[in-house]
């Protein structure tokens, strides 16, 4: 790892101040799982760590008259703690639970988990965000692509979306509060998200001078029947290799509306629209979790390797659809 | 916003590449993970880069920062303060290993993969591969050689031993710290939930079955005892 | 006068029961000390640049930037200019620094200049692997295997195949040299204590006799680290250069990339039986590769040997990291190309494989009879009548369980061994051995048959290996460390305490060959009311304590075991997750020495097996000639939540005991890959033809891989 400064800000605005309008100047730093390992395979090399752990308005869970809301900095741990007893939002509670490593989710922050770089092998090989060879050729698609995107694959970004939350956070309709030198703006978790153009931009349309500093999850979120599904091919600590997140705002047992999210299969969490539309106003029981978890792959355009992962978000959309209602 | 480092890496790559004699040969792509590891061919730009930083960084100091040179650094670890002079980037499992040779904790994958090297922070289990040093300043940091006296053996380590849970050994100071911590948290937990606390710590030897019956034991031994010994 | 051989059941004491490791309190507790920990003041840091090329000539190398950064203090060259490299990763230069970071920097400093070489790293037929890419390595004909064919009922074609793994040790290979005065001490994590000295002495100018070589605990070898490597020689050179210890262990990646693989294996086979099963004729095409050199012959069909048959090999060279011997080296693979296909080819006849193959058990050999009793009763420990059922569960429900068997082989005996036994007057007991304990509890199985021999407890005995100082060992590989140390142990142990008999026999009024040594005593045999305790004896020595040696006795071991394993797995068809639900391991190594450790060693060779069977395998990019997956993050192995319940029973009926002390390690690695593959056809109702059984193979041989 090559040598850094270190910034141990107590306020947001100190911690604004200390980074730098690139990446490669300076980087927020929490947990660190990812940014460590990131930095010890020169994948990213910034120059200066921004540690924000010490700021306290970023920690813990406190409720608005708009909803829940997160401090970035809290360890999904405490996240867990806090959901698990209480059974609330149970979309959430099950992807924090998928980060099955006590260390992991001991480390780990709310905002990490978000803002945590692509787990692409050819990425962290050092390939570069849309892994290409010397010649700008993108080496996914003829290459092991067997975890890759089926999703918003079609150039130039092949990587898929490694954030266990995002997709029950973007089912639930939550937003981010993001502090730049400019003050604070709150966007939707999806807008945090995007599929990069070209090899300037990142997968997340936060800035460099900017911090996430905290996750809203709207009050109405109480109000959904939600779930998610993983599909994991170990219990030990392991990417999904499909996630479906979804919530669903009921009349009985029929469906009024329904966000069903897709995770693991795209570069961004995937909004499976046919799906949601397949279920608005029908009662929801197997058939209905069959046909939606069909529509839900409407679009899909599977690479060489990675066509299994149609199957598995049929089958993470029909699950979760159950399991939400259960 | 242009992503440096990236751009930065596949500039120097492809002119390490354009440098080179090819002998008539397509060229058939490599690996960079040694180039930019800068392992490889070429002074890497961010080696430089954060050369010139620490060239600023003695000259003109940002206030609340400091490095990337040494610094000094107070850890308490199983109750005792120790100061060190180390970089920012220095690890806690390397501060603990290389500086006070306290290497209970094993360096394996050194990714927050695999366990070799949790300790215990403020009551939580965590990869001291991937924590920095500078960053457990201030907190309370538990290793495996804080468990017990020279002479004696924690129950989770009397159970790993009467459970045969272990083989090489390599893993077993992870696993056994892992179990601390969640015995600890947990007075009473249940064989489930002890094994779902070890997701975080694998073995190569394949001593899962005796660290099942081991934690099992070890937890009732404990919680007999209202969970803390 | 004690004879050299096994005590009868009935007097054992240590021996076959179920003892913890002596070691254990050390590892649990954090204390034990591996290479990778030792710290002598004063040392050094060492990093390697390593190539980032899978086939590459270097051109050029300037270590000069590196060597002017303060603190760097040590350079070696292990691929000079002119000189190719082979695979990613592949060592080119070291650095020596004061601290890990700096030799970090050094490295990063390091300019090596390569001319790119054509390669190859996919794991392809040779068809496709290109010129010069493989050779054929043995074709065998036995029988007449087309007649066969022609008077078989029923005959199966299907294709099997098993990848390159790797060894993963968690302790990396690598060394703590430290050159003094001369003379050089290091801590090797090593397999091989008493062997490697002579890698030494040529490249540092010294006689071997001046290189002492420290293992006192390593954390897994798996048959990669045997050999000092040329960065333990590296180690050792660049603390001669400088004067100082220095410490390289290999990174995480590198340790994947370069410090052993498992070959791998394919296979087009065809093989043919009558309608009540009994097997006529085998038809195998199979290639594998294990890097630049090649990789083994396998012995095809695999302990089943079918009368008719014709096999061909071929080895493919490719670039990746070199094959080293990996526990039970070649047997995994021909047991996962034979035992499926064997399978498949019962459910074909509509039979259940356990009949199946104990209709054929007599093609086993001479041990058909403990086979047939081996799978009899782990068919018992599975429940096996009530679990089978014809391919496909039919029960309602995406989960589908099945099971699945197979048996497998090994050899064992034991290498040449040598332990010196100190009795001292106060009555301390020595055993000294140029061995060492890979975590397979050879420490504890050296500490019980000294302590049996004597007449004492675990505590009396003070186990001393690790070390070449002390007498020379073989290297812990095939299985055969137990063999030779528990003999020559015996032999030293007998030999030492007759020469105590000798000098109490006159106090006791007795002549040697009428005394034993039981429960802390010596005394007459047949009277104990003449005995003396095992400190008083010992003062008879006076000032002088007996040192008596022994070597390997083939007498007291044998070779060649067997073992039946049965996997229960549950399979999600809609997702295609396997799980391993439980497995029961049959095993026979004749005299078990320890029982707990050795019901360890099955245990971690059903979960070892279990990774390689559903999950682990070593994935390389033939575009960039790269391993994707050089970390422990995508190198998968099974957690403790992966692993289901799992039986061990070892056979310990008279018979069996009597052939002597046999080796362990290895067997029961073997067929836990075959079993679960076997399990997941019955489950399922088609074969997965590869391993790792990871969800889009599953989801492929059910038909629903590519489907949108």
């Known amino acids: ?326 | 916003m242009a992503d440096r480092d990236e751009r930065d890496h596949t500039t120097e790559s492809e002119s390490a590449q354009d440098g080179k004699k090819r002998n008539g040969k397509p060229s058939k792509g490599f690996s960079r993970r040694q180039f930019i590891k800068g392992t490889g061919l070429a002074v890497s730009a961010s080696v430089l880069a954060s050369e010139g930083l620490l060239k600023a960084a003695a000259q003109e100091k940002t206030p609340g920062v400091s490095g990337p040179g040494p610094v000094p650094v107070r850890l308490r670890i199983n109750g005792k303060e120790h100061v060190l002079r180390l970089e920012p980037r220095v690890t806690l499992l390397d501060a603990l290993r290389n500086r006070l040779d306290m290497t209970g904790a094993k360096k394996v994958c050194d990714r927050a993969s695999c366990g070799a090297c949790t300790v215990v922070i403020d009551g939580r289990p965590v990869y001291s591969c991937t924590v920095l040093a500078i960053d457990a300043q201030g907190r309370s940091i538990g290793t495996i050689e804080g468990l017990a006296p020279e002479d004696k053996l924690h129950p989770v380590s009397q159970s790993f031993v009467d459970n045969d849970a272990q083989q090489c050994g390599f893993c077993t100071a992870g696993f056994v710290m892992a179990v601390k911590a969640h015995i600890d948290k947990h007075p009473h937990p249940t064989a489930e939930s002890v094994r779902q606390s070890l997701n975080g710590n694998l073995c190569r030897c394949g001593t899962y079955v005796g660290i099942r019956e081991a934690v099992l034991e070890a937890a009732t031994k404990m919680s007999r005892k209202g969970g803390r010994v | 006068m004690a004879d050299i051989k096994w005590p009868p059941a009935a007097d054992r004491h240590l021996i076959g029961k179920r003892i913890s490791r002596i070691d254990g309190p050390l590892k649990s507790s954090g204390r034990a000390k591996y290479a990778y920990d030792q710290n002598p003041p004063n040392m050094l840091y060492a990093k390697l640049v390593t190539s980032p090329y899978a086939h590459a000539k270097v051109t050029a190398i300037d270590t000069s930037a590196a060597e002017s950064m303060p603190g760097v203090h040590g350079v070696y060259i292990f691929t000079p200019v002119g000189k190719e490299v082979n695979w990613e990763g592949q060592e080119v230069v070291a650095i020596a620094a004061e601290t890990e970071e700096l030799a970090e920097d050094a490295a990063s400093r390091v300019k090596v200049e390569y001319e790119e070489l054509p390669y190859l790293v996919a794991d392809t037929d040779p068809q496709h692997a290109g010129e010069g890419r493989f050779r054929s390595l043995s074709e065998e004909k036995t029988g007449d295997p087309d007649q066969a064919f022609q008077q078989a009922d029923a005959t199966h074609e299907g294709m099997y195949s098993i990848p390159v793994i790797t060894h993963c040790c968690m302790e990396s290979h690598g060394s703590v040299a430290q050159w003094e005065n001369g003379k050089l001490n290091v801590w090797l994590s090593t397999q091989n204590v008493s062997g490697v000295s002579g890698e030494y002495a040529t490249p540092l100018n010294i006689p071997p006799a001046n290189v002492n070589v420290q293992c006192q605990v390593m954390g897994g070898g798996f048959g990669s680290k045997f050999a000092a490597d040329s960065w333990g020689v590296a180690a050792a050179v660049l603390s001669q250069k400088t004067s100082r210890p220095v410490k390289l262990m290999l990174e995480r990646d590198t340790e994947l990339l370069a410090a052993g693989c498992r070959p791998s294996m394919h296979a087009k086979v065809r093989v043919g039986a009558k309608r009540d099963g009994t097997l006529l004729a085998w038809d195998s095409e199979s290639w594998g590769t294990g890097g630049m050199q090649g990789a083994g012959v396998p012995r095809l069909p695999y302990v089943i040997e079918i009368p008719n048959r014709r096999t061909h090999h071929t080895t493919v060279f490719t670039n990746i990291g070199p094959a080293r011997a990996w526990r039970a080296p070649n047997h995994p693979q021909m047991c996962f190309l034979t035992m499926p296909a064997l399978d498949d080819l019962a459910a074909k006849l509509n039979m259940d494989p356990l009949d199946f193959f104990i209709q054929n058990i007599a093609l086993t050999g001479e041990r058909a009879d403990v086979y047939k009793e081996e799978l009899l009763k782990a068919a018992e420990m599975m429940g096996w009548k009530q679990k089978w059922h014809p391919r496909g569960d039919k029960t309602p429900g995406p989960i589908k369980r099945g099971v699945g068997l197979s048996i497998h082989t090994w050899g064992g005996a034991g290498h040449a061994s040598n332990c010196r036994c100190t009795i001292h007057p106060d009555g301390s007991v020595q055993v000294a051995l140029g061995s060492q304990d890979l975590g397979t509890g050879t420490r504890t199985v050296i500490g019980i048959v000294a302590a049996e021999t004597l007449g004492l407890p675990l505590e009396g005995v003070q186990v001393e290996i690790g070390d070449n100082k002390y007498p020379p060992d073989g290297a812990s590989g095939g299985s055969t460390t137990v063999g030779g140390v528990s003999s020559s142990t015996r032999v030293a142990s007998t030999n030492a305490l007759n020469e105590l008999f000798a000098k109490v026999a006159p106090s006791l009024g007795t002549t040697p060959d009428k005394l034993e040594a039981v429960g802390g005593q010596i005394r007459v045999i047949g009277d104990p009311s003449k005995s003396m305790p095992w400190k008083q004896a010992c003062a008879k020595l006076g000032a002088t304590p007996i040192v008596a040696m022994g070597e390997r006795n083939s007498t007291l071991i044998s070779s060649g075991v067997g073992g039946a394993q049965m996997a229960e797995v549950s399979v999600d068809i809609e997702t295609g997750v396997v799980r391993m639900e439980k497995m029961v391991a049959v095993q026979d190594c004749g005299l078990v020495i320890d029982l707990k450790t050795a019901e360890s060693q099955v245990y971690g060779a059903c979960i070892m097996g279990t990774c390689y069977a559903l999950h682990e395998e070593k994935i390389m990019d033939q575009q960039t000639g790269t391993c994707l997956n050089a970390n422990m993050e995508f190198y998968k192995l099974s957690g403790l939540d992966d692993i289901g319940e799992i039986a061990v029973h070892m056979m310990t009926d008279p018979a069996i005991e009597n052939r002597g002390v046999i080796g362990l390690g290895e067997p029961p690695v073997v067929s836990p890959g075959a079993a679960i593959s076997n399990a997941v056809a019955n489950a399922i109702g088609v074969r997965v033809p590869e391993l790792p059984m990871t969800p889009n193979r599953v989801l492929e041989a059910l038909g629903k891989g590519g489907k949108v």
């Open chain 1, 1 to 326: 790892m090559r040598a850094f400064e270190y910034g141990n800000p107590s306020s947001v605005k100190q911690a604004i101040s200390l980074l730098g309008s690139n990446w490669s100047e300076a980087a927020v730093f929490a947990g660190g799982t990812d940014l460590l390992s990131l930095m010890k395979d020169s994948i990213v090399t910034p120059g200066r760590l921004v540690n924000i752990k010490e700021i306290r308005e970023l920690h813990g869970i406190r409720e608005e008259k708009t909803g829940m809301v997160i401090g970035a900095a809290t360890p999904l741990e405490d996240l867990y703690d806090h959901f698990s007893p209480r059974k609330i939002l149970p979309a959430l509670l099950t992807a924090i639970e998928g980060v099955s490593s006590y260390q992991m989710r001991s480390m780990g922050t709310a905002g990490g988990d978000l803002l945590q770089r692509p787990r692409c092998w050819y990425f962290r090989n050092g390939f570069g965000l849309l892994a290409r060879n010397s010649k700008g050729q993108p080496l996914v698609p003829n290459g092991d692509n067997r975890y890759h995107a089926i999703f918003g694959n079609q150039g130039p970004a092949y990587f898929v979306s490694p954030s266990s939350l995002a997709p029950a956070l973007v089912a639930f309709d939550a937003s981010v509060r993001i502090e730049g030198p400019k003050g604070m703006r709150e966007i939707k978790v999806a807008e945090l998200f995007r599929i990069p153009r070209d090899a300037e931009e990142r997968e997340h349309t936060i800035a460099p001078k900017e911090i996430l500093t905290e996750i809203v999850i709207p009050a109405s979120a109480h109000n959904t029947r939600s779930a998610t599904y993983e599909v994991r091919e170990r219990k030990f600590m392991d990417w999904p290799l499909a996630t479906a997140s979804v919530a669903l705002r009921m009349e009985g047992r029929q469906v009024r509306q329904a966000s069903v999210v897709l995770g693991q299969v795209a570069p961004t969490p995937w909004r499976a629209e046919a799906a949601e539309k397949a279920l608005a106003g029908k009662t929801l029981d197997e058939a209905t979790a069959t046909s939606a978890g069909e529509a839900a792959v409407e679009g899909a355009h599977p690479l060489s390797k990675n066509g299994y992962k149609v199957q598995l978000v049929r089958v993470a959309v029909k699950r979760a659809l159950l399991a939400a209602i259960a």
